[in-house]
């Protein structure tokens, strides 16, 4: 059976994911950082329905314009068009998950606490050459776009390298599967008349059963625990149709900072299930992107069109709060471009009051391109002087943000008016854990999941003076949703959480009922983090992977004198017992217990993910490990 696939961009060094710039809007213009976010490695938006799929797809890359190429491969002959970052900012911001505690009392301790713009075809053909069939070629925005498909994939990637894409890692071995199937492939590059920062998000819109990733060729050259986050619209929630789901443990989330560890919860949970597990950050209505992206009134042209002088036109784009990221920084280069005399006369004396020592310093050290744009493009009116004569086509910038940026956020802004349901799933990968390409499908019967989650909250303070109180022995004591209690020393501990299983429960979901239980590693129950009078700690196995034995330690801290019962044991990825290490007594301090790989029988267990667990009393420890015969 095809299905909707999609794989992230490729660039000339491989699949390296790589951030995008995101420009800080507090300076008041267009130019104002040079610094990229931090952000996950993939964003995806799916739009499935009666069997064809739009896929919104996110391109982050970092390097030379000639060096950029992207490869996807599809189930059918795509529809390309444009789509536009803001989507992912405004997905991003509306969707993000947070933490937020309601605190009981009051001043404990002293402390208050068109979217789908068509390319205009170059060259449509059922033409073959040397085994690759050119199904069209296009110019679609800013790239040069072609659909090709093969029964060779050494051919493919021979066409690909000859018509200037630039593949990197990328050979005939992981194309292979991809061509057995019978797939097509599109391919884009840059224009020659554009720059890396006209990237912009791309539509994909193509028959399909279902939508999905093609995980396994970014296996090629990802980053370790590889951020993958996808949205889903449609008219119920969304789930992961071959892979497990997860549900968080809330005990593990930092509340007292608003849980900014979300993103290592979820990826030590989806380890916990076998590194092929998503969780649900948000299910609700789409209702919550309404006038994000568009609305009557918003990025008006007609009106900027009678204004025939570039700062007063940088004026009212701002005033219209129109998109401040690379895209626009690189159309205003293009149709306002700085002169030569802005660069070497204006920028000397406008930004460094005609001190030539300190401008040569910025040249050295590779700052002034960015100082000078930053200076000029916000700043233009003080640079009238040095522009007397300069020409710039003001009426083809307006044209060219009307076709990339206003119709795209247009027709965006549509599509949460079409679907009524928006789903969030995120999850990250390692290499190692890129053997299947995840699918997604619906399931009607699935409760919404809130995007912000509550907690009740109070400080438990030490007696003395409240004059001279150390706010390290203040403890935190968090009431969850399920009425366990945390107890933490926000200003004391480093890292309280790290012994806690990320997952409460590991699920299979499928497209009707509610999910089928596969593993349930947290108990309700009360957690204290303070050092109390008895403690597990179970550590990281060495080596891992291990071929023909690892060493599983463990650390227990109880008061002088006493022992404690306590069990491991081995379970394989679907939750079922292989071996008992260990069940009997444990005393204070350090211990460490060999695994051989071998199953409660004697006999070896098959290479794959599996699970050490310590159980003693109400305390259940999990971690994971990989054998590699």
Same mark, same amino acid.
């Given at each position: 059976m095809k299905y909707a696939r999609l794989l992230v961009g490729l660039q000339a =060094?491989?699949?390296?994911?790589?951030?995008?710039?995101?420009?800080?809007?507090?300076?008041?213009?267009?130019?104002? #950082?040079?610094?990229?976010?931090?952000?996950v490695g993939e964003r995806i938006l799916f739009i499935p329905e009666d069997g064809v799929v739009t896929t919104h797809v996110q391109i982050q890359y970092s390097g030379s314009a000639a060096d950029f190429a992207w490869v996807l491969p599809v189930p059918s002959v795509p529809q390309v068009q444009v789509s536009h970052n803001e989507l992912f900012r405004q997905l991003d911001f509306a969707t993000q998950p947070f933490f937020a505690l309601n605190w009981e009392g009051g001043d404990e301790c002293g402390f208050l606490s068109p979217f789908f713009r068509d390319g205009d075809v170059l060259a449509t053909a059922e033409a073959v050459d040397d085994g690759v069939e050119v199904v069209s070629q296009a110019r679609v925005g800013p790239y040069d776009t072609a659909v090709i498909r093969s029964d060779d994939p050494n051919a493919m990637v021979d066409w690909l390298v000859d018509n200037g894409y630039q593949l990197g890692d990328v050979g005939p071995q992981l194309l292979a599967p991809y061509v057995e199937e019978g797939f097509f492939f599109l391919a884009l590059r840059l224009a020659p008349d554009r720059e890396v920062g006209d990237l912009q998000p791309i539509s994909l819109t193509y028959e399909a059963d279902r939508p999905g990733i093609p995980i396994r060729l970014t296996a090629v050259a990802t980053q370790p625990d590889m951020g993958v986050l996808v949205w889903v619209l449609g008219s119920n929630r969304a789930i992961p149709a071959n892979y497990l789901h997860v549900q968080i443990n809330e005990a593990r989330i930092d509340w007292f900072n608003g849980g900014f560890n979300y993103s290592q919860v979820v990826s030590e949970a989806a380890n916990e299930a076998g590194g092929q597990a998503f969780a649900t950050d948000f299910a609700g209505g789409s209702r919550i992107m309404d006038q994000r992206l568009y609305s009557e009134g918003r990025y008006d042209i007609g009106p900027l069109r009678g204004i025939d002088e570039a700062p007063a036109l940088l004026e009212g784009l701002l005033r219209q709060g129109f998109p401040r990221d690379n895209q626009m920084q690189a159309l205003l280069r293009r149709h306002i471009p700085m002169s030569q005399r802005v660069l070497e006369e204006g920028v000397l004396q406008v930004v460094f009051g005609g001190d030539k020592e300190a401008y040569e310093r910025a040249?050295?050290?590779?700052? @002034?391109? &960015? +100082?000078?744009?930053?200076?000029?493009?916000?700043?233009?009116?003080?640079?009238?002087?040095?522009? +007397?004569? /300069?020409?710039? /086509?003001?009426?083809? =910038? @307006?044209?060219?943000?009307?076709?990339?940026?206003?119709?795209?956020?247009?027709?965006?802004?549509? @599509? %949460?008016?079409?679907?009524?349901?928006? *789903?969030?799933?995120? *999850? *990250?990968? #390692?290499?190692?854990?890129? *053997?299947?390409?995840?699918? %997604?499908? &619906?399931?009607? /019967?699935l409760p919404e999941?809130?995007?912000?989650?509550?907690?009740?909250?109070?400080?438990?303070?030490?007696?003395? /003076?409240?004059?001279?109180?150390?706010?390290?022995?203040?403890i935190l004591v968090v009431t969850l949703a399920d009425g366990r209690e945390v107890r933490t020393r926000p200003f004391a501990d480093s890292d309280p959480f790290g012994n806690l299983p990320a997952a409460a429960l590991i699920e299979r979901v499928d497209t009707s009922g509610p999910p089928e239980p596969i593993r349930r590693l947290t108990a309700v129950q009360s957690i204290d983090l303070t050092g109390g009078p008895t403690r597990f700690a179970l550590l990281k196995n060495y080596p891992n992977p291990f071929n023909s034995g690892t060493v599983l330690p463990f650390r227990v801290t109880l008061p002088e004198g006493e022992q404690a019962e306590a069990t491991l044991r081995i379970f394989n990825a679907l939750g079922q017992p292989v071996r008992t290490l260990w069940k009997g007594r444990v005393e204070q301090g350090f211990s460490q217990i060999n695994w051989d790989g071998l199953d409660e029988d004697g006999a070896a267990v098959p290479s794959g993910t599996y699970f050490y667990q310590l159980d003693a009393g109400s305390t259940s420890l999990s971690r994971k490990l990989m054998l590699v015969r």
């Open positions: =060094l491989g699949l390296l994911l790589l951030t995008e710039a995101e420009e800080v809007e507090a300076c008041g213009g267009f130019f104002c #950082s040079n610094a990229p976010m931090n952000q040249a050295e050290d590779g700052q @002034l391109a &960015f +100082i000078a744009e930053s200076s000029f493009y916000n700043n233009m009116a003080a640079y009238e002087e040095y522009t +007397i004569g /300069d020409e710039y /086509d003001l009426s083809a =910038l @307006l044209d060219e943000l009307e076709a990339v940026v206003v119709e795209p956020l247009r027709a965006a802004q549509g @599509l %949460f008016e079409d679907y009524p349901y928006l *789903t969030r799933l995120y *999850t *990250t990968m #390692s290499a190692e854990e890129m *053997t299947v390409d995840p699918m %997604f499908d &619906f399931n009607p /019967d999941v809130p995007n912000v989650r509550w907690a009740d909250a109070r400080f438990e303070c030490p007696q003395g /003076d409240p004059e001279d109180v150390n706010p390290e022995e203040w």
